[in-house]
């Protein structure tokens, strides 16, 4: 497109204490620089963009972006010579929507060293049914792994289950091999679960940790993107040499817990910043996904498809905890 031509963008501001957001006129001129120019077909909705979005999280770095942490589309322009107009391509990861203006809008321009060539095996809409949330629920499985998690090793437990992150982990460990199980506090979507692979279901409200800095081991590992108690619990009772892969915090950034676990039973706990992800790694991971690791219920995970104009609603449901599984923005 010409840089004079105008496309419709979720764009975010602050002034002073003021938080401001909505659909603007752009031109791909005003957009942060970069190499690559692409038509957008899909982003996604993430924790994360409601939280920028409402101004409820300081997540922007900077004032004003466009919002929506991941994107994938066709280039239409580029400089570098990596990549030309038609190929099929996605980002996530890279500082969209905190440092560059991100995937909330028909045209995005982006750097050439975030810019990841759609694997064979995605189409561009399972691309950002995965997006973020199943790039960090790979990513969580990678560093268990490469701690020494194997599946012999006993269940793994995912908390937040019905999130996009809970609901990919549960589909992608079960095709990876690995005993899948599943904490939620939305009991009438066990059957949705059992669906996506997992093999017993506990409400969140039934859990009960004990008191003691150590508890019976349940479980040999546990992706969480919970936090606070949730993770504070999980810590008393994996078994010895389990990982637990930290990738989110819904329930509380704060860890009230012991060395016990660690010094007596070797658990390890994991970061995971999918934010900060080397490219190297991005790209090992997004073909891992579109391969051996390719959840296999991706429609079921994705439980709406919105337009830039329905945003504010979504934003709002999901800060609520009213939301399911992954919700699409098409364009």
Partial sequence: MSSQESFRAFRIHQEGKSHRAGIESLGVNQLTAGEVVIKTAFSSVNYKDALAGTGTG???RKFPLNGGIDVAGHVVASADPGFKEG?????????????????????ARLEARSV????????LREAMILGTAGFTAAL????????????????????????GVGMLAVDLLTVAG????????????????????????????????????????????AIDSVGGDMLSGL?????????VAICGLAGGDELHTTVMPFIIRGVSLLGVASAGTAYGIRRQLWDRLATIW????????????VGLDDLPGVFARMLQGGSLGRTLVQF
């Fill in 116 to 123: 990841i060539p759609l694997p064979a095996g995605l189409s």
């Fill in 140 to 163: 969580s499985l990678l560093r268990m792994e490469s701690a020494g998690q194997t599946p012999e090793m006993g269940p793994i437990v995912v908390t937040g289950a019905t999130g």
């Fill in 87 to 107: 190929d099929a391509v996605l980002v996530t990861g890279s500082g969209l929507s905190e440092t560059h203006d991100g995937g909330y809008g028909e045209f």
């Fill in 294 to 305: 390719k959840p296999a219920h991706l429609d079921k995970i994705c439980t709406q498809t």
């Fill in 58 to 60: 300081k997540i922007l």
């Fill in 178 to 221: 690995y005993e899948a199980h599943a904490i939620t506090g939305k009991v009438d979507q066990f059957d949705t679960l059992i669906g996506l692979g997992a093999k017993q279901c506990i409400a969140r409200k039934d859990l009960y940790w004990g008191q003691r800095p150590l508890e019976n081991a349940v479980w040999a590992g």
């Fill in 235 to 243: 810590t008393r009772v994996i078994k010895p040499y389990g990982n």
